[in-house]
């Protein structure tokens, strides 16, 4: 030993865990470290001049210890006894200080067993981190310089293979490298870790190949507390974040499409979806008559008409003529390049004819004339849309060369959603076939919207329900009774769909028939709830031999409101019933508004309750407003806010002077089909009155011989009328009624003559019983009367009040 040792049998520390022991020749302590003392509990003073094996808590193993030291071992254990009795296992390593023939000393280091365990762990574990290729390692000092790298760190295009002494700009994409370098920053300032935060690096030579890292940072620092640098991990989760944003994207895209029952709606969707997510541009294309509900028919050679129904993304700036073909990992079938009839003007327009692909096999996948338009994209893949075995379509998508070429995965992926996305398609496509067959089977059993009576002026618009609900069963009706009166009707059939619009027809057929008995509003109304209770039996035993039809059809409607009223033009009067349904509103000529105060009845299908007859006087020229409440319902269902809407618009004078067609057009303006929850029907009616001038009554006795003077009296009213043509043939009329009315029920008898529009002859008689047309025998006297009323007339019938009985007649004027 070439140094002296220090004074007072002193040793400077060798170790901040070790302790050091010098001993001379024959083994006694020569010298006493500061951290031996600290590790057994003993001074200096305690120990020095004693045997070493003092120190042992079992002094006999001394003489093995100094065998295995003569065999030439250096190193061992050894179990020490501390100052306070406990035992402490240690290692320890032994050197001979030089002598002439042999030692003049021992240089002993301990450390304690655990220490020695622990720091043996420490050196295997950083020795792999830095040999393992797994997880890139580095050692970075306080100014961001690389010390030391495993193999792995980065091993992509553009990083140099010795990083020693380099920062991460010099290499790294300036963005990428400042952005990392700003969170190890902030890790060498705070002390605070940094855990898996992901960055997505490039290299300066290849930036399109960029890969998302997962990188986590600490500190070193001395025990002192000076900050060294730091070590940072970073992990490639590149196809990790890929999985996870095309799983995103799968699911996006299928709640995407999944939300609407519109074909182009659900194209523009998927569309949407798919970029940015899978491209910068996406087109879809679809087989044409698919958006109208129709089944895609290929011609002879089966081949599909292609039009192109969504776009959505930007167009290449400028074009690009080249890019990546595709890595060993590029999908065969996905294309690079521009498309057949790509360039910088980009692709044609949505709703254009683009190409005709077959039917069958590959769908545009691959370069030809029939490849898909996607404005010179350098990487475009396509994938068809079939459903249910039949092909509707392509979508395709394009990205710049940037971003890289597409991968079997996004080939996959694109074909999923395409698969999801084709189904929503068909879905949607045969709900638009099955709305329209429902909007076509109601507009069919649904009136003229215009229509001119004596009585009335009326006008009718009809809006369907958007396509989430689908078709519903509204319907109106403008119905001409006898004596020039006009009956208006307006319904609304709980639910959607055809089977909705069938109870609908069911139901405006049925009013028709009741309406041609001339019952009164709350008679018909009755009837007409005795017929919607029975309808669901009438429906359950349609098809007995079919098990699964009441299934189907479990929530078909069986209920309706309904409005009807009855207007007399001879009078001026209103007479109104109602179904549970919004009353009518009228404006009067001079633009005040007001809603009947009609009391609404139970809705149709409750059965066993009355309805009641609200009568009211309208002056010539008002305009009466029926209505559903899809007219009046808003988004918060707020019906009071919607009638008080209705009668702000209904009240200017400017739209109720115009024509009603106009008028009902602006009353419904704000509510697009497409959106509505529900129909909307409105019905206007501007009322007519027929003049004191072309209406004649006249009183007749019990007298058969008064029968005379009522063909006396009729014919000088129509000579005065100018109707001279009818006179014969009214005189005939009214003999036959006239002597029936006195035969049969006696006194007293009205007679009463109306030209609006025809010439309408009455006779009226307290008297209940039905008149019935028969065909008489060749010798029969009497029974000829009311077939030769029929004969001569272009309609009859009778109705009755509470007064009796009214037998009526029409004729047509002359021209």
């Known amino acids: 030993m070439s140094d002296p040792l220090p004074p007072e049998n002193a040793l400077p520390p060798v170790a901040e865990d070790g302790a050091a022991v010098l001993l001379d020749e024959r083994g006694r302590i020569d010298a006493w470290t500061e951290e031996a003392g600290a590790l057994l509990g003993r001074p200096a003073a305690d120990v020095l001049g004693q045997p070493a094996r003092a120190l ?39 050197f001979g200080l030089a002598g002439d023939s042999r030692p003049a000393g021992f240089l002993v280091l301990a450390t304690p067993a655990a220490r020695a365990v622990r720091r043996h762990q420490d050196r295997a574990f950083v020795r792999e981190l830095f040999l393992q290729d797994r997880v890139g390692f580095a050692v970075f000092d306080a100014g961001l310089r690389l010390l030391r790298t495993n193999t792995h760190l980065l091993p992509y295009t ?25 969170k190890l920053r902030e890790v060498l300032r705070t002390g605070r870790p940094l855990m898996g935060v992901e960055e997505s690096l490039r290299t300066i030579d290849d930036p399109s190949g960029g890969v998302v890292i997962s990188i986590s940072a600490f500190r070193l620092q001395s025990p002192d507390g000076r900050v060294l640098g730091l070590t940072a991990l970073f992990t490639d989760v590149t196809e990790l974040r890929r999985s996870t944003e095309r799983l995103d994207l799968l699911h996006r895209a299928t709640a995407s499409v999944g939300r609407s029952l519109s074909v182009s709606d659900t194209g523009r969707e998927l569309a949407a979806a798919l970029v940015p997510g899978l491209g910068d541009l996406a087109v879809v294309e679809l087989a044409d008559g698919v958006v109208h509900g129709e089944e895609p028919m290929p011609d002879r050679d089966g081949r599909l008409l292609l039009r192109r129904t969504a776009v959505a993304g930007r167009l290449p700036e400028g074009g690009d003529d080249g890019g990546p073909e595709g890595g060993d990992d590029t999908e065969p079938g996905v294309r690079s390049g521009g498309g057949a009839n790509g360039g910088p003007e980009g692709p044609a327009d949505a709703g254009a004819v683009l190409a005709v692909i077959p039917a069958e096999g590959d769908i545009g996948t691959r370069r030809g004339p029939d490849a898909p338009d996607l404005g010179g994209y350098p990487a475009t893949m396509t994938a068809p849309l079939r459903a249910r075995g039949m092909a509707l379509g392509r979508v395709s998508v394009g990205r710049h060369r940037d971003r890289g070429p597409y991968l079997r995965a996004d080939r996959d992926l694109l074909r999923e959603i395409a698969g999801r996305a084709a189904l929503a398609l068909d879905n949607a ?34 809006l369907p329900a958007g396509t989430a609900t689908g078709v519903g069963g509204d319907w109106f009706d403008v119905i ?206 501007r009322t007519r009155t027929v003049s004191p001038e072309d209406v004649a009554v006249w009183p007749v006795k019990a007298d058969p011989a008064a029968v005379g003077q009522v063909r006396e009296a009729a014919s000088a009213r129509l000579r005065a009328w100018g109707l001279d043509e009818l006179v014969f043939t009214t005189e005939l009329v009214l003999s036959e009624l006239v002597t029936n009315a006195i035969r049969y029920a006696g006194g007293p008898v009205e007679v009463r003559l109306i030209r609006a529009g025809r010439l309408i002859c009455e006779v009226s008689d307290p008297s209940a019983t039905h008149p019935r047309m028969r065909r008489a025998q060749a010798t029969d006297e009497g029974g000829r009367g009311l077939y030769l009323v029929a004969q001569l007339t272009t309609r009859w019938g009778s109705r009755y009040s509470r007064r009796g009985k009214t037998i009526w007649a029409e004729q047509e004027l002359p021209r």
């Open 429 to 462: 496509r045969r709900f638009t076939r099955e709305r329209r067959a429902a909007v076509g089977l109601q507009r069919s059993m649904l009136p003229p919207t215009q229509n001119e009576t004596p009585a009335a002026s009326t006008s009718a618009v009809y």
């Open 56 to 94: 042992l808590a079992d002094p006999a193993a001394w003489p093995a210890l100094v065998a295995a030291y003569g065999r030439g071992a250096r190193r061992g254990d050894a179990v020490l006894r501390t100052g306070r009795g406990e035992e402490l296992p240690v290692v320890f390593q032994a």
């Open 158 to 182: 553009g990083v140099p293979e010795d990083l020693r002494g380099r920062r991460l700009g010099e290499f790294l994409w300036p963005g990428d490298a400042d952005s990392v370098e700003g």
């Open 480 to 685: 001409p009774l006898s004596s020039a009166r006009v009956a208006l009707v307006v319904g609304d059939v709980v639910g959607h769909g055809l089977a909705a619009t069938a109870t609908m027809g069911r139901l405006r057929t049925a009013v028709r028939t009741l309406a041609d008995l001339d019952l009164e509003p709350d008679e018909l109304l009755a009837h007409l709830d005795d017929l919607v209770v029975q309808l669901p039996a009438y429906s359950e035993e349609a098809d007995p031999d079919d098990h699964g039809w009441r299934d189907r059809h479990a929530t078909s409607p069986t209920g309706a409101t309904c409005a009807y009223a009855i207007y007399d033009p001879v009078s001026g009067r209103c007479s109104v019933a109602s179904a549970g349904h919004p009353p009518p509103a009228v404006a009067d000529p001079s633009g005040a508004v007001s809603y009947l105060p009609v009391d609404p009845g139970p809705p149709l299908g409750v059965g066993g309750l009355p309805f009641e007859v609200t009568e009211v006087d309208l002056a010539p020229g008002s305009v009466l407003a029926l209505y559903t409440d899809g007219l009046i319902e808003g988004r918060d269902g707020d019906l009071d806010a919607g009638m008080a809407e209705l009668a702000t618009r209904l009240a200017r004078r400017r739209a109720l002077a115009g024509p009603l067609r106009e008028l009902g057009q602006d009353l419904v303006t704000g509510r697009p089909a497409a959106g509505l929850g529900d129909d909307v029907t409105l019905l206007l009616a």
